[in-house]
């Protein structure tokens, strides 16, 4: 009899679920044949670019150097499937053009996205000599770090950056919403949050992490050092005529090269923290910081 | 003959570890034919409610509103299979009342469970109504976001606060135990910690989200807007005659409708911080804050 | 035709991502037939811990004594072989020292690795004696606890806790590399970040947890209790003459028996907190606090 | 010392299996872009019309008929995704024909593949019709037989003769290579080996069934029963001026409607075996048999 | 617009598909909250009995003796919670009898299923020491076996006939249709076809196997023989009034003791093969063999 | 109440199933640290010969012959990997030789494995060449072969002599037990049991094959065809003193070039089927068959 009321519940929750109505502004509708975006999938790239860039290190061991270009070899191949299927989807699903891009045919989007694939793939080689330096910046700032080993194993600085760097190539590229699913994966991970807009320069690193956020339009000078919990964000920003957010202003932080910043500092508007700066810890600031300035919160 | 010396030690430890003194008020012993609570279990809850609340942005993708309404089907029916039986896990498990749950027969117990289950499901189309409200509040909110599909598919506190509204859901329909394990997904997920026993109003975000945290007597307003780092607390609480702390006394903060919190603000205690005001980073604030106020770190 | 520009291209990034001078530095070799550090597996002996400290909450359910010798003897056995491995991993890998790990005969590293895997496990019971404490001092700690329950399944700082001390056993035993990956694992996880140098006395507790740093030379008594946010770092550390950063010298705080340290408070350098010190939240400390002492954020 | 020869032997075996001379005529180049036939999506097919065809039995459970309708609404939406990938897959490898298809654009091919598996789908309510018949032959020619559910979950003929229906109207259809690797599926799964291409009537049941062939040119009436072992086969083929068999000729028996064939007989080439006939077991039959005869081995 | 073309065939198909008049038969109806037979979970049963018997063949590696108790109390304790779901399962599903099985309460099927299960277990030390002379006549019957752990490793034999024993076991402990799924398993896994409800002796042995077939009331006594391809199967059945087979006659042949039968021979009705005689392959039987006889066939 | 029953049924057993006595010469006892035989492993060695040997239809597509190349790297390196840890367990599971090889040092083992497994490698060109010619001949003998891709991915021929002639090459190289593993995974999956010992010429192939025996000392030439149910088997094997059959001996049939084997024929003992001979259907022999000759059943 019960088995009965629970039929009924039921029926009724799926009838007033599946009213379109009901969730109007919150579908998506996807044309028939085209990728969506897949958190597994993207998991897949990241790892791939991973082992690509350091290899041995993660996927497959590697035992010398003949067997590094087969792994290389199979490893390239297999991301430029991987993303040309979820550059796709980003194009279809994340579109914030004008035109409607359901209308442009499956084939085209795909083409489209095996060539910008294949393009972020040609900068895997400068990314690799770019988070090189962010590896040397992590070891050398940090005492407790043993070998180069244990920084590229075990260092959430290193997931984050590297998720960020490859976002950032992707966003250049013009992939829509891809590159924010990938430094939120980071995000998730390490409790870094930076946003793949931001620029950001060579030999950076970021010490324990968690809390760390890195706003869209942050620019971000050579040899730079965030401790957990520091934010750059944005003071205000204007709203216009409806009412809604501008989009697209530079409201974010400068920070010249060599500057270092303390944990749980704020950092908030579109100011320029100089070169070889030092913020202190728990502090808000809201204004320039000249170089070579080290400011502390007051006791 | 070293092998030997391994066997030794390891029987030595299975006997310490195996002696029922060694984990006494450890071990949690469960009446045969009962469930248990499941990490994975949940983890398919947490992804059924959403793709029945964002059709075709998770789970399969939605092509038109007919295939939207078997996909509903199929998945409500799934939900209400898997909530029962976990739902029954945290009765059985967590029951923190004063009789011996394990007398309770198991089939009663599943009964139950499946009620509270059917009682879930016919509340999905109101949380659905509430989601929206934060889903837009997220976009309005935040100048990055260039669509609703970004904030759906990539925004930390759209997970969060999903959870945290279905735990709520499930604690005020009577389950122990799950609510916070489905809260703690989030967290662990996002860093957002909101205790299930909070209460949010409609259009509430959170930017960012690393480290918040959100008290279990919490009162929350209509468009709440909080940023990263942001503690409503406790300031300190009673203890009974045996020194333990006694529970469910009121002692987090009401937010009145409208307030802003920024990064790393500390708001603790009984306290009411009143409509449309805002707090700014990096502060402690354990006193009132009238409605409008504006109070920001001293420098 | 264009399939063909993608081939080029492709095979151009191969042939220089592949080119050894480019990966100089960023590559680890592996002697053959040697085991890899292996997330999975150390993710199967975190679990295989709790299920052996902590049975009938983590892994199989436990239904009479009789049943749990049966799984703790099977745990243990299967933790043993997945250590085993991982050890071995972490001593070809992480292999701090002058000597060249890889001319070491691959049967002696396993035999070293199974003499070490079984000294941790003759800790086993030890370490559960202290866990039981830690338990204790979260449910004592926290009036929105229900039940030692919900503590075990849910509390995050369990979590970070019992990997701590995992590590922190691994590291005393002499095993490079794996304890800091299994602490990064509870950071990723729960937000907390414990290095495994750290010395922590029993009956510790941390709530909510995202955002907690505590460096390589703490030194922590017991009873502490420790709010979300808190940093317990390093001020600076001297350079030597190339400029790298001495290893190993003490220089993160001693909190003594007691001490509690409220939200996001920065604790930095070789200072001392004193016994029963409170500190307050969002508050930067470098000097040394009096027993018994209360510091606040000036307002 | 003995690592650096199998570097030199291994590389030496992947020199000359590298070697595209060496693999001439074992190779399959695929199209970039183009997918594969998958035997694990081959199996997901085969479960799925199993699923639509039999709801309950196979896939989720049914409980009432409402959820019947939404599990089949999404079977047959997954099944349609499915079998347009596969059919893709076969009309892009295993095309004989003398045009080659890996010129034709891979949209024109997705959107015929799209075609063909909706046409298949179309035929569903008439295999489902077809099998309802080999299922009552199973039951009331087996005493053995103490359900129709037995004989739907347990009967290797009705799953050797359920993968033969689908495979012979993808082959009615026009797919190539598809219906083959779907009826050695259920070769390897019972024992028996039925051509796509042969033509079966209603009412067809086989005992037991291992070793039962059944060629490419067969004609099989209503209510035919096979033993295990039966051979319905060619006895020879002419070969054409290169000396390769001549495709395409009928060469296999023709069994009238209620023939039964006795375990292990042979019955060779294009003769037909009259209506009612019976054929003993283990013989070898090369010639007509009337209607009604009964033919046994000789003692 | 194709794709619309598309969208009306599948509406249609799933319209005819859904529509309950056309599955009416080819359905199972379930109720709420009963378990499915699964092929899976007959899997690990089979697998965990296959461990029980064999320890350290299948299953985990065993090095000592402890360690042998240890797991085999797991495995014990884990077979009667898949056996006590399995047998519930057959017990709703396939119950043959008059009674609806539906009516019964779910709870009471389940504890009458756990006590089935026990029962099972309990007869596990007979089925090892009955397997144990099974695979003795396996090891001394054929001179290209090279050890027992080849016997039990390879031995198709022996899997056919430890799971036609697990089988039978379970219908005398009056277990419906899940006897019926394990022996088809096997026919599966190795072509040999063995009835549960066959009464087999000790030291039975069967090499080669495939096309093996052994009828439901077949009588086989100790130490007999069979080559691959043999039949022990029914010659005909009467029929009840309806024209349907009259179920649960003896119609299969007695094999008395150290009887052999050689590859693909046939034989056929309860018809008795006397002690110790010889059976040729390829051969029809349909009449009582004498003691001691030999009969080949004629050429 | 019943719960306890079953504790005290399952108690029991577990003492008796675990009593050493009980399980005498039906347990493997393996020395620490070495591999076992793994079913898993096994199959995946098989896949990647045959992703070797047949690049483009087993394992990842291939697009252009560098690509192939990368493929054919990996797949060997990984094979290495994979048959070095099986040839192990082989060596130390199933050593037939009157040492001990549990004394042997594991390392020793595992070096000796490496080296063999690299042996096998070496041996891929020219088992490629002989599949080659097999391939060739299975599309020659069938009419209903479309094209080589339907013979390569579909026939259970080529599927079963790929595994036979890897596992007799693993045999001649001196591997125990594994070989074993090998065929009878194909006889599992094709009904088609090849021992591993048999010595096959090229161009061979098998129609259909279910039921196809070839026993361990048979030897046969170049060209020859069989069909489904062919027994090549021994007739009868001396025992020695003890009863027991001596092993080694040549007792089953020579095959010369260019015989064909119609359907279940049975050829029992070291005789031989002279060059060119045609042996019909579903007969027994046991004579030698002149070359040329054509011999069938009599009716």
Redesign the interface.
């Known amino acids: 009899m019960?088995?009965f009321?629970?039929?009924d519940?039921?029926?009724?929750?799926?009838d007033?679920?599946?009213d379109?109505q009901?969730?109007k502004?919150?579908?998506?509708?996807?044309?028939?044949?085209l990728p969506?975006?897949s958190a597994g999938a993207l998991h897949d790239v990241v790892e791939l670019v991973r082992a690509?860039?350091?290899?041995?290190?993660y996927g497959?061991?590697?035992?010398?150097?003949?067997?590094?270009?087969?792994?290389?070899?199979?490893n390239?191949?297999?991301l430029?499937a991987l993303l040309t299927e979820q550059i796709a989807a980003g194009l279809c699903?994340?579109g914030?053009g004008g035109a409607d891009s359901h209308v442009v045919?499956?084939?085209e989007i795909?083409?489209t996205a095996?060539?910008k694939a294949?393009?972020l793939?040609?900068r895997?080689?400068g990314l690799?000599?770019l988070?090189?330096t962010d590896?040397e910046a992590a070891y050398?700032?940090?005492?407790?770090a043993?070998?180069?080993?244990?920084v590229?194993?075990?260092?959430?600085a290193i997931r984050a950056i590297s998720n960020y760097r490859l976002a950032h190539a992707l966003l250049e590229i013009g992939v829509?919403?891809i590159p924010?699913?990938i430094t939120?994966m980071a995000?998730?991970?390490?409790?870094i949050?930076i946003?793949p807009?931001a620029q950001i320069g060579s030999h950076f690193t970021i010490d324990?992490g968690?809390?760390v956020?890195i706003?869209?339009t942050c620019i971000i000078g050579r040899g730079v050092k965030l401790?957990?919990?520091v934010?750059l964000?944005?003071r205000s920003?204007p709203l216009d005529e409806q009412?809604?957010?501008?989009?697209?202003?530079a409201?974010h932080p400068i920070l010249e090269d060599d500057v270092i910043v303390?944990?749980?500092a704020?950092i908030?508007g579109r100011i320029t923290i100089g070169r070889g700066a030092t913020v202190?810890?728990?502090?808000?600031v809201t204004e320039d910081v000249p170089a070579g300035a080290r400011i502390?919160?007051?006791?």
């Open positions: 019960s088995a009321n629970f039929t519940i039921l029926t009724k929750a799926v007033e679920l599946a379109s009901s969730y502004g919150l579908v998506h509708k996807q044309a028939d044949g969506m975006p690509i860039i350091f290899p041995g290190y497959t061991p590697v035992f010398n150097s003949r067997t590094t270009a087969y792994h290389i070899g199979v390239v191949e297999r430029h699903f994340g914030g045919a499956a084939e795909r083409q095996a060539m294949a393009e793939i040609a895997l080689p690799r000599q988070l090189a590896v050398n700032g940090d005492p407790a043993t070998s180069h080993a244990e590229i194993c075990c260092y959430p829509p919403l924010r699913i939120e995000h998730s991970e390490t409790g949050d946003h807009g324990h968690t809390g956020v706003g869209e401790y957990q919990g934010t964000g944005a920003f009412g809604n957010p501008v989009k697209g202003i409201r303390y944990s749980n704020t908030l202190g810890g728990n502090i808000w502390v919160q007051r006791r």
